[in-house]
């Protein structure tokens, strides 16, 4: 899998002023580590269980392929999740409950607050959140082909 750093505007399933990629590690660069609310690891798993439910809200493709842990080779995992955070959208691989799991990994507090707060994906409520960036991303895929609210060029 490949680094992104943390907060970092880009990575491997988006990019952009508003995202923030969370959870990218890799086994060349350090990473905080530390204890987590037990709260946030629950909801974060539950995040990760549902990852494929985000996909179609956020118009990401479905995975590049599976991905083994770099730091103990235990874990496969192969999705991604979008957590929205007001006009943020943190990116991270669904990977990252393994990684506060087993590798003590510490995401930053804006990660955790908005893991907590967040609706989870298959929701109504996800789907509202996570819009304007399904806007976003559609006109960075379709560039002039998209026109939202405007029939179809022929």
Same mark, same amino acid.
């Given at each position: ?7 970092? *505007?880009?990575?491997?399933?988006? +990019?952009?002023? +508003? ?13 905080? *580590?530390?204890? *987590? ?37 235990r874990c496969v995992a192969s999705g991604n999740i979008g ?14 409950? +393994? ?8 995401p930053p507090a804006e990660f955790v607050a908005a893991v907590?707060?967040a609706p989870l994906p298959g929701t109504r409520e996800y ?28």
């Amino acid at each position: 899998m490949s680094w992104f750093p943390d907060m970092g *505007t880009a990575c491997m399933i988006a +990019h952009g002023d +508003h995202v923030r990629a969370v959870g990218w590690l890799s086994d060349q660069h350090p990473f905080p *580590t530390g204890d *987590t609310p037990p709260e946030f690891l629950a909801r974060l798993k539950e995040f990760c269980r549902r990852w494929d439910e985000g996909l179609g809200p956020l118009v990401w493709d479905v995975f590049m392929g599976p991905h083994r842990c770099e730091l103990c080779g235990r874990c496969v995992a192969s999705g991604n999740i979008g957590v929205p955070a007001g006009g943020v959208l943190f990116a991270a691989p669904e990977m990252i409950a +393994h990684y506060v799991e087993v590798h003590k990994y510490a995401p930053p507090a804006e990660f955790v607050a908005a893991v907590l707060s967040a609706p989870l994906p298959g929701t109504r409520e996800y789907a509202v959140a996570v819009a304007a960036f399904r806007a976003v991303a559609l006109q960075q895929q379709l560039g002039e082909l998209y026109r939202p609210g405007q029939p179809p060029r022929a």
